[in-house]
């Protein structure tokens, strides 16, 4: 292994553990596309550094010093206390359940939610993690990301466990492209069945912060509506960024 392949191996390894509760060499040698000896390495490097720590059951989980890496400016806890009346008047105009929830690694995780009123209704996701280019809101991240990350979330080569066929991963991108266009994403049934949801990033001047979204039974989706959803998504986006730096 060359010194290159060695640094985007442990970038990807951070993703990995950033990503899940837990990780074992196993998983992380499937995962990454080495020799389990290799990955033991590479995490044995991590843990010294203070990234990674293992626990009694030998797995590992992340460290002090990727915990504070990605809590970055602005704190999950904080982010999902803030935007909690725009979840609300969000959840008011549109009449549906509506979601909070940021990028890890190649998934989101739901930091809060408004349920809707209706007797049908779509649930609180809050704790949830879901892969990212099958939700509307982390395609909505996805679609916001310099090429550069994206490229090292979904790697156009070299596909191993977890990531996404050639195939998909070219799919993915074009949808991304059209995302990033019309400023909106649709999932409609890709992570629940019966399920349709619109998206739009949580941004500032320095990237995205996170994604909201509006979740619909499908049976009660009007596609001539979605104009609507992406102004109101867009209003209580714009309405969480005034409040963080308010």
Do not use: C, W
Not at 33 to 50: E, H, K, N, Q
Not at 52 to 80: C, F, K, W
Not at 137 to 154: C, R, T, V
């Amino acid at each position: 292994m060359n010194y290159l392949e060695s640094v985007d191996n442990s970038l990807r390894l951070l993703m990995l553990v950033a990503a899940k509760a837990r990780v074992g060499v196993s998983e992380v040698a499937a995962e990454l596309g080495v020799a389990p000896s290799t990955a033991y390495r590479l995490l044995s490097t991590l843990r010294y550094r203070g990234f990674v720590v293992q626990g009694h059951d030998r797995t590992y989980r992340a460290g002090p010093a990727l915990e504070e890496m990605v809590s970055n400016r602005i704190t999950r806890a904080n982010l999902a206390d803030l935007a909690g009346p725009a979840l609300t008047q969000l959840r008011d105009v549109t009449e549906e359940s509506v979601h909070l929830m940021v990028l890890v690694g190649r998934q989101v995780r739901f930091i809060a939610s408004v349920e809707s009123f209706q007797s049908l209704r779509i649930g609180s996701r809050v704790g949830a993690m879901l892969p990212a280019h099958r939700t509307s809101g982390g395609k909505a991240i996805l679609a916001a990301l310099p090429s550069e990350s994206l490229d090292q979330l979904y790697p156009t080569s070299g596909v191993t466990s977890g990531e996404l066929s050639a195939a998909a991963g070219a799919t993915l991108r074009r949808d991304l492209a059209k995302i990033r266009k019309q400023g909106y994403a649709v999932n409609n049934g890709e992570s629940e069945r019966g399920v349709t949801a619109v998206g739009a990033v949580v941004a500032d001047a320095d990237g995205p912060l996170g994604a909201l979204s509006v979740s619909i039974p499908t049976i009660r989706y009007v596609p001539a509506n979605v104009n609507t959803l992406v102004a109101a998504l867009r209003t209580a986006s714009e309405q969480i960024v005034a409040t963080l730096h308010g």
